[in-house]
Protein backbone atom coordinates (compact mmCIF):
# COMPACT_ATOMS: atom_id res chain seq x y z
CA UNK A 1 0.00 0.00 0.00
CA UNK A 2 2.75 2.65 0.93
CA UNK A 3 3.98 2.00 -2.35
CA UNK A 4 1.40 2.63 -4.12
CA UNK A 5 1.05 6.07 -2.17
CA UNK A 6 4.61 6.70 -3.15
CA UNK A 7 4.15 5.85 -6.73
CA UNK A 8 0.51 8.14 -6.90
CA UNK A 9 2.34 10.86 -5.27
CA UNK A 10 5.41 10.92 -7.59
CA UNK A 11 3.19 10.86 -10.73
CA UNK A 12 1.21 13.63 -8.89
CA UNK A 13 4.43 16.21 -8.37
CA UNK A 14 5.41 14.97 -12.23
CA UNK A 15 2.04 16.25 -13.81
CA UNK A 16 1.90 18.99 -11.19
CA UNK A 17 5.79 20.16 -12.69
CA UNK A 18 5.01 19.41 -16.07
CA UNK A 19 1.77 21.83 -15.80
CA UNK A 20 4.12 24.32 -14.42
CA UNK A 21 6.64 23.89 -17.24
CA UNK A 22 3.91 24.35 -19.71
CA UNK A 23 2.36 27.21 -18.28
CA UNK A 24 5.91 28.85 -17.64
CA UNK A 25 6.86 28.28 -21.62
CA UNK A 26 3.15 29.77 -22.96
CA UNK A 27 4.34 33.08 -20.55
CA UNK A 28 7.72 33.46 -21.65
CA UNK A 29 6.47 33.24 -25.33
CA UNK A 30 4.01 36.19 -24.55
CA UNK A 31 6.47 37.98 -22.56
CA UNK A 32 8.64 37.38 -25.96
CA UNK A 33 6.24 38.46 -27.85
CA UNK A 34 5.53 41.76 -26.34
CA UNK A 35 9.43 42.51 -26.14
CA UNK A 36 9.50 42.07 -29.92
CA UNK A 37 5.93 44.31 -30.20
CA UNK A 38 8.19 46.83 -27.73
CA UNK A 39 11.45 46.69 -30.28
CA UNK A 40 9.33 46.91 -33.31
CA UNK A 41 7.69 50.24 -31.88
CA UNK A 42 10.80 51.38 -30.83
CA UNK A 43 12.28 50.75 -34.65
CA UNK A 44 9.54 52.83 -35.90
CA UNK A 45 10.54 55.41 -33.41
CA UNK A 46 14.23 55.64 -35.26
CA UNK A 47 12.22 55.45 -38.65
CA UNK A 48 10.40 58.89 -37.53
CA UNK A 49 13.58 59.89 -36.58
CA UNK A 50 15.31 59.68 -39.19
CA UNK A 51 12.68 60.85 -41.36
CA UNK A 52 12.33 64.16 -39.95
CA UNK A 53 15.95 64.46 -40.10
CA UNK A 54 15.30 63.61 -43.86
CA UNK A 55 12.82 66.64 -44.15
CA UNK A 56 14.58 68.76 -42.05
CA UNK A 57 17.94 68.40 -44.98
CA UNK A 58 15.32 68.26 -47.96
CA UNK A 59 13.20 71.05 -47.47
CA UNK A 60 10.50 69.12 -45.85
CA UNK A 61 10.57 66.93 -49.20
CA UNK A 62 9.27 62.93 -48.71
CA UNK A 63 11.85 60.60 -49.54
CA UNK A 64 11.11 58.59 -52.79
CA UNK A 65 8.98 55.65 -51.97
CA UNK A 66 10.98 53.25 -54.56
CA UNK A 67 14.03 53.58 -52.56
CA UNK A 68 12.94 55.17 -48.97
CA UNK A 69 15.10 52.78 -46.86
CA UNK A 70 18.39 54.24 -48.80
CA UNK A 71 17.06 57.83 -48.88
CA UNK A 72 17.16 57.24 -45.18
CA UNK A 73 20.16 55.34 -44.39
CA UNK A 74 22.11 58.37 -43.96
CA UNK A 75 20.26 59.37 -41.13
CA UNK A 76 20.59 56.72 -39.22
CA UNK A 77 23.33 56.36 -37.18
CA UNK A 78 25.98 53.34 -38.21
CA UNK A 79 25.57 51.25 -35.65
CA UNK A 80 21.87 50.71 -36.20
CA UNK A 81 21.85 50.65 -39.91
CA UNK A 82 21.92 47.16 -40.14
CA UNK A 83 18.73 46.07 -37.97
CA UNK A 84 16.20 49.24 -37.80
CA UNK A 85 14.54 48.87 -41.21
CA UNK A 86 13.92 45.13 -39.90
CA UNK A 87 10.62 44.53 -38.05
CA UNK A 88 12.24 41.95 -35.42
CA UNK A 89 9.72 39.60 -35.87
CA UNK A 90 10.96 38.97 -39.19
CA UNK A 91 14.96 39.28 -38.36
CA UNK A 92 17.07 36.39 -40.13
CA UNK A 93 13.73 34.65 -41.25
CA UNK A 94 11.95 36.50 -43.95
CA UNK A 95 13.00 39.91 -44.83
CA UNK A 96 12.47 43.73 -43.62
CA UNK A 97 8.74 43.95 -42.76
CA UNK A 98 8.18 48.15 -43.28
CA UNK A 99 6.39 49.96 -46.42
CA UNK A 100 6.36 53.11 -47.25
CA UNK A 101 3.47 54.69 -48.38
CA UNK A 102 3.63 55.38 -52.40
CA UNK A 103 1.11 58.65 -51.88
CA UNK A 104 4.56 60.20 -51.03
CA UNK A 105 5.21 61.07 -54.45
CA UNK A 106 2.93 61.66 -57.40
CA UNK A 107 1.23 58.43 -59.00
CA UNK A 108 4.61 58.49 -61.92
CA UNK A 109 6.74 58.42 -58.40
CA UNK A 110 8.26 61.87 -60.17
CA UNK A 111 7.49 64.71 -57.90
CA UNK A 112 8.06 64.36 -54.60
CA UNK A 113 5.63 65.98 -52.26
CA UNK A 114 6.01 68.10 -49.25
CA UNK A 115 5.47 67.27 -45.79
CA UNK A 116 2.49 69.63 -45.29
CA UNK A 117 0.58 68.05 -48.30
CA UNK A 118 -0.06 64.71 -46.46
CA UNK A 119 -2.89 66.00 -45.19
CA UNK A 120 -4.36 65.48 -42.64
CA UNK A 121 -0.75 64.84 -41.19
CA UNK A 122 -2.55 62.96 -38.05
CA UNK A 123 -4.93 60.38 -40.33
CA UNK A 124 -2.10 60.08 -43.61
CA UNK A 125 -0.03 56.91 -42.95
CA UNK A 126 4.08 57.08 -43.88
CA UNK A 127 5.48 53.96 -42.73
CA UNK A 128 3.45 50.49 -41.77
CA UNK A 129 3.77 47.29 -41.19
CA UNK A 130 3.99 45.46 -44.84
CA UNK A 131 3.44 41.46 -45.91
CA UNK A 132 5.89 42.61 -48.24
CA UNK A 133 9.16 41.55 -47.31
CA UNK A 134 11.80 43.53 -49.35
CA UNK A 135 13.46 46.56 -48.88
CA UNK A 136 12.11 49.82 -50.15
CA UNK A 137 8.98 48.09 -50.17
CA UNK A 138 6.06 50.86 -50.71
CA UNK A 139 2.25 50.59 -51.46
CA UNK A 140 -1.20 51.92 -50.43
CA UNK A 141 -2.21 49.79 -47.44
CA UNK A 142 -3.38 47.03 -49.65
CA UNK A 143 -0.81 44.59 -48.72
CA UNK A 144 -0.89 45.13 -44.04
CA UNK A 145 -0.56 41.57 -42.52
CA UNK A 146 -4.40 40.34 -42.18
CA UNK A 147 -3.80 38.58 -38.78
CA UNK A 148 -1.21 41.22 -36.88
CA UNK A 149 2.01 40.67 -36.58
CA UNK A 150 2.64 41.41 -32.86
CA UNK A 151 0.06 39.61 -30.52
CA UNK A 152 -2.37 40.71 -33.62
CA UNK A 153 -1.77 44.32 -33.90
CA UNK A 154 0.36 45.80 -36.60
CA UNK A 155 2.13 49.28 -36.51
CA UNK A 156 1.67 52.66 -38.02
CA UNK A 157 3.73 55.66 -38.56
CA UNK A 158 1.52 58.81 -39.95
CA UNK A 159 2.19 61.99 -40.89
CA UNK A 160 1.80 63.85 -37.95
CA UNK A 161 5.38 61.79 -36.00
CA UNK A 162 2.69 59.61 -34.47
CA UNK A 163 2.51 56.14 -33.89
CA UNK A 164 -0.39 53.48 -33.70
CA UNK A 165 -0.82 49.61 -33.23
CA UNK A 166 -4.12 48.45 -34.21
CA UNK A 167 -5.93 45.42 -35.40
CA UNK A 168 -6.49 44.26 -38.83
CA UNK A 169 -10.29 44.93 -37.82
CA UNK A 170 -9.87 48.58 -36.22
CA UNK A 171 -7.68 49.50 -39.13
CA UNK A 172 -10.39 48.40 -42.11
CA UNK A 173 -13.21 50.11 -39.40
CA UNK A 174 -11.19 53.26 -39.18
CA UNK A 175 -9.79 53.18 -42.80
CA UNK A 176 -13.57 53.17 -44.22
CA UNK A 177 -14.78 55.76 -41.85
CA UNK A 178 -11.95 58.12 -43.26
CA UNK A 179 -10.18 58.01 -39.51
CA UNK A 180 -6.92 56.63 -41.29
CA UNK A 181 -5.71 57.27 -44.95
CA UNK A 182 -2.99 57.01 -47.63
CA UNK A 183 -4.15 59.21 -50.38
CA UNK A 184 -4.07 62.39 -48.59
CA UNK A 185 -6.79 65.22 -48.73
CA UNK A 186 -5.76 68.36 -50.65
CA UNK A 187 -4.85 71.00 -47.88
CA UNK A 188 -6.93 74.03 -46.98
CA UNK A 189 -6.18 77.46 -48.62
CA UNK A 190 -5.43 79.51 -46.45
CA UNK A 191 -6.95 82.95 -46.94
Known amino acids: MKTVGAIVAVIVVILAGALLLKGSEE ?40 NWCDALEDMVPPSQRSFVFHCPKLEGVSGYGFAFNAYAWDEEHKVPRWLPEMYPQS ?27 HNGYNLF ?6 TMALTPSDFKEMLENGEIRFKPLKPPIAR
Open 157 to 162: LFADGS
Open 27 to 66: MLKAKREEELQRLCESRLGRLALALQLYLERYDNLLPPPQ
Open 123 to 149: QVVLIYETTQTKRNAFGTGKDIPKRGR
